[in-house]
């Protein structure tokens, strides 16, 4: 029994020297810090998602401007959590950093679908907010929103809708809808905003709700049938918004911003701050951002950490309601 004790106290003090150790490495950084190889940045969800789609626009632009090859780390699965997990603990040397999507991280960490919490994250910017959307395919009997509540109040729980995972992101937004129209559906979830649309496209589901970005590449085999904002949007002018129409009276979307893990030297949430900025005010960007429907929102990493802890907010408060 004795010699377990020793045994388990040896690995204890190996754990901590190695922390240790790893806090003294990666505050030795000097002021004027920039990488010297490779950047990975993790993207919790599929190739050909949403995130992933503003994420590669985005990095095509970022490399000039940080110096080194931006290589997009696709680890799908658990609503985010599998690639969140990763990029906590990740080391904290500026060469692993990561995209995060609110507000599902902050879901996730209420409903305690992964090991994280905010504070593994160090907040360097935002890049993109987006509006909700309520989605039909194009052959879908739904042509506006209001024939979309009338029949689901009439057939209870008859309408499907398909989600990006259990109390994500767009399960939160097809909550909210329901709620305040005080309708039933059964929510279908899938492993992503793009499992979620094909499923809409392909007619295994009756709505679904996601954002502008995640379908450029499909408007044409969609209809879209309300926004999620007080008034509408300049992209959307005859769409309606849901407040029109007397139901969720606020706006409702996602951000997606850029963290590092816990520890990283401020030289590096700094320089890559700087990098992100200055990639997104270049105009080819702009260019490329508006052609593929990125609604950049910069924020510094200040702003950052308040738009993390507003959503950890409204994810404890507003969301627990919705179930």
């Known amino acids: 029994m004795k010699k377990t004790i020793l045994v388990f106290a040896a690995v204890a003090m190996l754990f901590s ?3 240790c150790n790893k806090e003294k490495k990666s505050a030795e950084v000097a002021a004027d810090w920039k990488p010297t190889q490779p950047v990975n940045v993790i993207v919790a969800y599929k190739a050909g998602s949403g995130t992933d789609n503003t994420a590669r626009v985005l990095s095509q632009f970022a490399t000039k401007y940080i110096g080194q090859t931006v290589v997009i780390d696709n680890q799908a699965g ?7 997990t990763a990029l906590a603990h990740a080391d904290p040397d500026g060469y692993t950093i990561g995209f995060v999507n609110l507000p599902t991280l902050a879901s996730n960490i209420v409903e305690g679908l992964g090991d994280y919490t905010m504070d593994d994250f160090v907040p360097i910017c935002n890049h993109v907010n987006e509006t909700s959307l309520v989605l039909v395919s194009k052959n879908s009997p ?37 709620k305040t ?9 899938y492993g992503g905003t793009a499992d979620q649309l094909l ?3 392909q007619g295994e589901v ?10 450029a590449s499909m408007v044409s085999e969609l209809k879209i049938l309300g926004v999620y904002n007080p008034t509408r949007i300049d992209t959307l002018p005859d769409v309606p918004t849901l407040k029109e129409l007397g139901y969720y009276d606020k706006w409702y979307g996602s951000a997606r911003a850029i963290v590092a893990p816990k520890g990283t030297p401020k030289a590096i949430i700094d320089f890559y701050e700087k990098a992100f900025r200055d990639a997104m005010e270049d105009t080819e960007y702009v260019a490329a951002a508006q052609k593929a429907k ?4 910069f924020l510094n990493q200040t702003e950052t950490k308040d738009l993390l ?15």
Not at 309 to 323: M, P, Y
């Open 17 to 19: 020297l190695a922390s």
């Open 78 to 84: 658990g609503s985010g959590s599998i690639g969140w």
């Open 142 to 178: 739904f042509n506006t929103l209001q024939e979309l509540v009338d029949y689901a109040k009439a057939n209870p729980s008859k309408l499907k809708a398909s989600t990006n995972g259990n109390k994500a992101s767009n399960h939160i937004g097809a909550q909210l809808l329901a």
């Open 181 to 189: 129209a005080g309708f039933e559906y059964s929510a279908i979830p």
């Open 199 to 201: 499923a809409l496209r």
């Open 206 to 215: 009756d709505f679904s709700v996601a954002k502008e970005a995640d379908i």
């Open 294 to 297: 990125v609604t950049t929102y």
């Open 309 to 323: 802890n507003d959503q950890s907010d409204f994810c404890s408060k507003t969301v627990a309601t919705l179930w």
